[in-house]
């Protein structure tokens, strides 16, 4: 008996490590719209940062790919962040992240923050 289980929780181990029960769900790839309003406020400093370290550098630092644990790296990956995360007047794609969740506000700013090329 004791030996099924052993065999039991290697299967689940290996099964968790391939990833088999990492399902991200949510809208993923829907224009959202999100414009550059003028006179944006929004920054790394006055919300990007704290956007990624509240949400996403549990697994985007060093864990999963992209990073994006500096400007330059979000910067690069603003199209997909765009189409995983954020929100704008013509839709909101929920994607990520995997487990917390933020506001559509939050989402919208991050939107506006985007298309104004997260400065
Ligand atoms: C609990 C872990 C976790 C959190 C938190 C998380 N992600 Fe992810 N993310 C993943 C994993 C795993 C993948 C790769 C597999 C996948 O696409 O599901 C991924 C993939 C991505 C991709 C690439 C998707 C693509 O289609 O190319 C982007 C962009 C992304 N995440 C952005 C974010 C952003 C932005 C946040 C924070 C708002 C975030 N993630 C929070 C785990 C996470």
Redesign the pocket.
Known sequence: MKRIYGFASFVLVVAASA?LF???SGT??VATGATCATGSTLTYATFGQA??D???????AG????D?STLAA?QK?RA??M????AGPTGTNT??????E?TVEERTQ?GEWLACGAP
Do not use: R, V, W
Request: hydrophobic share 30%.
């Open positions: 990833g990492q399902c991200s993923k790839g956007f990624m509240k949400y996403c550098l549990e697994c985007h864990k999963d790919k992209p994006l979000i990956e997909e962040i189409s995983t995360t954020a994607n990520m992240p995997e487990d917390a933020p991050l």
